[in-house]
């Protein structure tokens, strides 16, 4: 965890100057392109990582190959993490963005398990209930955990609201083993 909290301070002062020079969605396709770019070229990304390349080259092997393809504040940033030795953060860093984007602009992203996959009526009605609850205009993402037997799990940031039938069944379980224990 220590990495993606530095991660974050990072991408944190990625957004602000990005946001000072107008380039807040810019920066979020640059990353990704980056991102795409070291899997699709693993040897690249031993490169950048290796600490027996001097950052020189490093830096000058990202000139050539990004210069004309991303915007130079997210050039300028790659630098940095270069410089910082911290280029290992890189694949945390556009997630964390993200999330400063998105709460920025009042977006939350809301994880929803269920039993079964959700109609689009459902995701409609359950985004508009939670954008009225909190106040905030609601991303879902969806996935479907048949181990849930029934019922749904959100996932808001870091509080997780747990609806299922199976979370239900290990509620109950807990409260009866609690009243043998103490009886």
């Given at each position: 965890m220590?990495?993606?909290?530095?991660?974050?301070r990072?991408a944190?002062a990625l957004?602000?100057?990005a946001?000072?020079?107008?380039?807040?969605?810019?920066?979020?396709?640059?990353?990704?392109?980056?991102?795409e770019?070291m899997r699709g070229?693993?040897?690249?990304a031993?490169a950048v990582?290796?600490?027996?390349?001097?950052a020189?080259?490093?830096?000058?092997?990202?000139?050539e190959l990004?210069?004309?393809e991303?915007?130079?504040i997210?050039?300028?940033?790659?630098?940095?993490l270069?410089?910082?030795r911290?280029?290992?953060?890189?694949?945390?860093?556009?997630e964390c963005?993200?999330?400063?984007v998105?709460?920025?602009?009042?977006i939350?992203?809301?994880?929803v398990?269920?039993?079964v996959?959700?109609t689009e009526?459902?995701?409609e009605?359950?985004?508009?209930?939670l954008?009225?609850?909190?106040?905030k205009q609601?991303?879902?993402?969806?996935?479907v955990?048949?181990s849930?037997?029934?019922?749904?799990?959100?996932?808001?940031?870091d509080?997780?609201?747990?609806?299922?039938?199976?979370?239900?069944l290990?509620l109950?379980?807990?409260?009866?083993i609690?009243?043998?224990?103490?009886?």
């Amino acid at each position: 965890m220590p990495e993606t909290r530095v991660a974050r301070r990072y991408a944190a002062a990625l957004f602000h100057f990005a946001i000072e020079m107008g380039q807040v969605d810019a920066v979020v396709g640059d990353l990704e392109r980056v991102l795409e770019l070291m899997r699709g070229f693993p040897e690249l990304a031993a490169a950048v990582r290796s600490p027996s390349v001097p950052a020189s080259v490093k830096k000058r092997l990202l000139d050539e190959l990004l210069a004309d393809e991303i915007q130079p504040i997210t050039l300028d940033f790659l630098k940095l993490l270069i410089d910082k030795r911290r280029y290992d953060i890189l694949s945390e860093v556009p997630e964390c963005y993200k999330e400063l984007v998105d709460a920025h602009r009042g977006i939350v992203s809301v994880q929803v398990r269920s039993a079964v996959p959700l109609t689009e009526e459902e995701k409609e009605r359950l985004s508009e209930v939670l954008a009225r609850s909190l106040r905030k205009q609601v991303r879902l993402e969806t996935d479907v955990d048949s181990s849930l037997i029934g019922g749904v799990v959100l996932r808001i940031g870091d509080r997780l609201l747990d609806g299922s039938v199976k979370g239900q069944l290990n509620l109950l379980r807990q409260r009866l083993i609690g009243r043998m224990t103490s009886a």
